[in-house]
C-alpha cells in the first residue's frame, strides 16, 4: 500500500564514508524529487527527476548525485559524507501536468531518511 | 528575503478554538499557492490547494490575497490532532515542473 517509500529510515554514519538513500513510488508518477530539510525545518528542493531525466539541479555539491534507473526509482548517493549533511532527506513524486495545462500537481512524500554524520 | 515566510509560532490554541495565521511571498508571478501540514518526525503532506477565491475543506479554509502576497489558513473549532507545522509552499511560476518554495513552518499546538 506504501506509496512513496524510501529506505533506510535511518543512516548514521561516519564523516568521509559514501553511502545511499534509495526512493521508490508506486503511484504511477513521472516525476520524483529529493529534499534536504535542515535542522531550521525547511524543506529544500534538491533534485527532479522527469521521465528518467534531470530538471532541477540545484546548488548542490557534487558530492550528491541522485540516479533514476526508472520512473518508480530515485536514488540519491552522497560521496565524502560531512557534518553538514546531517538532515532528514525526503523523497517525493508527482504527476506533472504539461506545459499547456494548468493543474496544480500534488507531491506525495516519503516517510524520509534521517541521517547523521558522525 | 526568504521567498516564503512564516511566523513560526508556536500558536497554542484551546481546543474549540479558532487559529488563523498568514504566509507571505516575495514572488509576485507566483502561480500556485498550498498548505501542507507535517507532524513532528513525519512527511509533509498536502492539506489543501489555495484558490483565488478563496476555498474551505471542512474546518480549514483557506485565502489568497495576490495584491499584498499573502495566502492564510484558518482552522474553525480546533482539535487536538489539528496539532502539527502547517507549510506554507508556493510555486513560482507556470511550467516550474514542481520546483516547489516551502516555508519553514507554523507550529499550532491545540491543547485541552
Known amino acids: 500500500d506504501t506509496a512513496v517509500s524510501q529506505t533506510p529510515k535511518y543512516l548514521v554514519t561516519q564523516m568521509g564514508n559514501d553511502k545511499s538513500i534509495k526512493c521508490e513510488q508506486n503511484?504511477?508518477?513521472?516525476?520524483m524529487y529529493w529534499y534536504k530539510q535542515d535542522s531550521k525545518k525547511f524543506l529544500k528542493i534538491m533534485f527532479s527527476?522527469?521521465?528518467?531525466?534531470?530538471?532541477i539541479n540545484e546548488t548542490v555539491p557534487n558530492r550528491f548525485s541522485p540516479k533514476s534507473p526508472d520512473k518508480a526509482h530515485l536514488n540519491l548517493h552522497i560521496n565524502s559524507l560531512e557534518l553538514g549533511d546531517s538532515a532528514v532527506y525526503f523523497c517525493?513524486?508527482?504527476?506533472?501536468?504539461?506545459?499547456?495545462?494548468?493543474?496544480?500537481?500534488?507531491?506525495?512524500f516519503g516517510p524520509g531518511t534521517r541521517l547523521l554524520v558522525l | 528575503r526568504k521567498e516564503v515566510e512564516q511566523d513560526p509560532g508556536p500558536f497554542n490554541v484551546p481546543e474549540g478554538a479558532t487559529v488563523a495565521f498568514n504566509c507571505t511571498y516575495s514572488?509576485?508571478?507566483?502561480?500556485?499557492f498550498f498548505w501542507y501540514r507535517q507532524d513532528c518526525r513525519k512527511e509533509p503532506k498536502l492539506l489543501m490547494s489555495?484558490?483565488?477565491s478563496g476555498n474551505e475543506d471542512g474546518r480549514f479554509t483557506a485565502q489568497l490575497n495576490r495584491a499584498s502576497q499573502y495566502i492564510s489558513l484558518l482552522i474553525r473549532d480546533s482539535k487536538l490532532s489539528d496539532s502539527a507545522t502547517y507549510l506554507c509552499?508556493?510555486?513560482?511560476?507556470?511550467?516550474?515542473?514542481?520546483?516547489?518554495?516551502f516555508g519553514a513552518g507554523t507550529q499550532v499546538v491545540v491543547t485541552p
Open positions: 527527476y522527469n521521465n528518467k531525466e534531470l530538471i
Open positions: 503511484l504511477g508518477h513521472d516525476t
Open positions: 489555495v484558490y483565488s
Open positions: 514572488n509576485s508571478a507566483s502561480q500556485s
Open positions: 509552499v508556493v510555486k513560482p511560476r507556470l511550467g516550474s515542473w514542481g520546483k516547489l518554495q
Open positions: 517525493a513524486s508527482s504527476l506533472t501536468a504539461s506545459a499547456a495545462k494548468i493543474r496544480q500537481e500534488t507531491q506525495y
